[in-house]
Nanobody, 125 residues
């Protein structure tokens, strides 16, 4: 059974940083593109970033460009989302998901079919 588990969320002050991890269980992560998505209360789910199978191609939402960095360590079967210069509007539940795409990646949630349970990130002073 394919399972993704997120970790690393928490409470952080504006301007601070946090690194989220997405670990795979029961399968090899390097066969899939991985995306990060977030959903805040009362708002639609937003595609934040994605990374291709080999890590060559990445995409970012305009709202996080220059602040967030996605990376993957296939040897550790884990994808990371480094979040810097955090703002209160980054507060959300962050989910990772996998996409069965051979090349590149997209942040369209409809193309992802296995999702983690999510981790809460709260940016507040």
């Amino acid at each position: 059974q394919l399972q993704l588990v997120e970790s690393g969320g928490g409470l952080v002050q504006p301007g601070g940083s946090v690194r989220l991890s997405c670990a795979a269980s029961g399968f090899t992560l390097d066969n899939y593109a991985i995306g990060w998505f977030r959903q805040a209360p009362g708002k639609e789910r937003e595609g934040v970033s994605c990374i291709s199978r080999r890590g060559v191609h990445t995409n970012y939402a305009d709202s996080v460009k220059g602040r967030f960095t996605i990376s993957r360590d296939n040897a550790k079967n884990t994808v990371y989302l480094q979040m810097n210069s955090l703002k209160p509007e980054d507060t959300a539940v962050y989910h990772c998901a996998l996409e069965r795409r051979m090349f590149m990646c997209v942040t369209d949630a409809s193309t992802y079919d296995v999702w983690g349970q999510g981790t809460q990130v709260t940016v507040s002073s």
